[in-house]
């Protein structure tokens, strides 16, 4: 072998590195019901120190609190409390988009200042037809906003303007969706703000230096935050933004994210009270799904595929769901008594989607606080029939995605709860 060939090949194995580790990361995996190990769920409603709150306003006081600190510290990483500069511009205008039913804007943000400041460009789009103010769906997508939305006139997202990252060619690493229903959105009555999420912070490990987090206080320790814990911050700051517009009901801000932006829609939803609807599409693990049931994916399975996803103490977990002293029913439960809306796919058993609906309805006790009601039965609803009550639920038939079919079910849900 000559130094090229010799450099060629090195160059190969180094790219190749994280795909072998993926894909390592994938074998035996626990996909039958009656291996699961017998487990216990932590009862929602009470407290470290063992007593079981019973009120709205103690579960506000003592129990929300405590979760949300033992979630912070103890899988997504705490999000900073500073501030960053933050600026938003309107490059864009274009009143008469989808022929003439929306307004179609693309805003800049700029966080930070100078060398360190960090870009993400939102595309948002108004119904022209409305009266009154309009509800608001806040959505990262995957492949930049030009794909997502079907307009290829749109501005390139910044992320995509980056030069490529071994990663950006990974089969299986980046997750697919299909273009949102962007006209059917606006049809209904919804404004729709779309950006990339990579924007916020590449997902990748080396991605750090790129992300909104590197623009706060370097922090090495177990419970500094990660990709989610970024991605999460992310939708805040774009629910600010939202929050300024004329057209905007503020009372009606949703927020939706597919499968790895499941995870970290409910962990925007838990820790961002604006959010009046969270939507966790095919969370699975880390999002929905319970892990002590370890089916499909699993703690140290995720931890050793995306380590640049969690906080570093969710990784003394791995292999060890026994110990933790949560679990993912009581990441949903801190959107109460907001709503909260899980859905899974029929073929998408890598997410364990009886474990997804399984948290929805381990959740409900905190619903009943305020008398209201999550699922009322741990049987699963058959593939294709919804389930209305606070806590939304459905089982679309397919494949993991992000489907026109999931839009619809979380529209109805939404045109429900905010009685439209
Ligand atoms: C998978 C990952 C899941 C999920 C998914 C996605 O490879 O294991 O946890 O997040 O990616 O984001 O599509």
């Known amino acids: 072998?000559?130094?090229?060939?010799?450099?060629?090949?090195?160059?190969?194995?180094?790219?190749?590195?994280?795909?072998?580790?993926?894909?390592?990361?994938?074998?035996?995996?626990?996909?039958?019901?009656?291996?699961?190990?017998?487990?216990?769920?932590?009862?929602?409603?009470?407290?470290?120190?063992?007593?079981?709150?019973?009120?709205?306003?103690?579960?506000e006081k003592r129990r929300r609190p405590e979760l949300l600190k033992m979630l912070s510290e103890q899988e997504y990483g705490v999000t900073p409390r500073g501030k960053v500069k933050t600026s938003y511009e309107v490059l864009t205008e274009r009143p008469l988009a989808l022929g003439g039913k929306a307004t179609m804007r693309e805003v800049m943000m700029t966080f930070g200042v100078g060398v360190n400041e960090v870009k993400a460009l939102m595309a948002v789009y108004v119904p022209n037809q409305r009266k009154g103010r309009v509800p608001v769906f806040i959505a990262y997508n995957f492949q930049g906003n030009r794909y997502v939305t079907g307009d290829t006139t749109l501005l390139p997202s910044p992320h995509m303007l980056r030069p490529l990252h071994p990663h950006d060619n990974l089969p299986g690493w980046r997750t697919a969706i299909e273009p949102f229903p962007v006209e059917n959105i606006i049809d209904r009555g919804y404004a729709l703000v779309t950006l990339l999420y990579e924007d916020i912070c590449p997902d990748y490990p080396e991605g750090a230096s790129r992300s909104v987090a590197s623009l706060f206080p370097a922090e090495e320790?177990?419970?500094?935050?990660?990709?989610?814990?970024?991605?999460?911050?992310?939708?805040?700051?774009?629910?600010?933004?939202?929050?300024?517009?004329?057209?905007?009901?503020?009372k009606q801000l949703i927020v939706i994210g597919h499968s790895r932006q499941g995870k970290a829609a409910l962990w925007a939803g838990a820790q961002d009270e604006r959010f009046q609807v969270v939507i966790s599409n095919n969370s699975g693990c880390g999002g929905a799904a319970l892990s002590k049931r370890q089916f499909g994916e699993t703690v140290g399975i995720i931890n050793g595929s995306f380590p640049h996803w969690f906080c570093r103490n969710f990784r003394n977990y791995n292999d060890k769901e026994q110990n933790l002293p949560f679990d993912q029913h009581e990441l949903v439960a801190l959107v109460a008594p907001r709503h909260a809306y899980v859905?899974?796919?029929?073929?998408?058993?890598?997410?364990?989607?009886?474990?997804?609906?399984?948290?929805?309805?381990?959740?409900?006790?905190?619903?009943?606080l305020y008398g209201m009601n999550g699922p009322s039965s741990a049987e699963m609803p058959p593939v294709g029939q919804q389930v209305m009550t606070d806590i939304g639920y459905h089982m679309r038939p397919g494949k993991h995605s992000l489907a026109p079919y999931d839009w619809q079910r979380y529209m109805d849900f939404c045109d429900k709860v905010f009685g439209r």
């Open 343 to 368: 859905a899974s796919a029929s073929e998408d058993r890598w997410a364990d989607q009886k474990g997804e609906y399984l948290a929805a309805y381990y959740a409900s006790p905190v619903w009943a």
């Open 1 to 59: 072998m000559n130094k090229v060939m010799i450099r060629r090949s090195f160059l190969f194995c180094f790219m190749c590195m994280p795909l072998l580790a993926f894909a390592q990361s994938k074998r035996e995996v626990n996909y039958d019901e009656s291996n699961i190990p017998a487990y216990v769920l932590p009862d929602v409603l009470r407290c470290e120190d063992g007593r079981r709150v019973t009120t709205a306003k103690e579960w």
């Open 221 to 250: 320790s177990g419970t500094a935050w990660q990709a989610i814990g970024a991605w999460a911050w992310g939708s805040s700051r774009v629910a600010d933004w939202v929050c300024r517009q004329p057209w905007v009901n503020r």
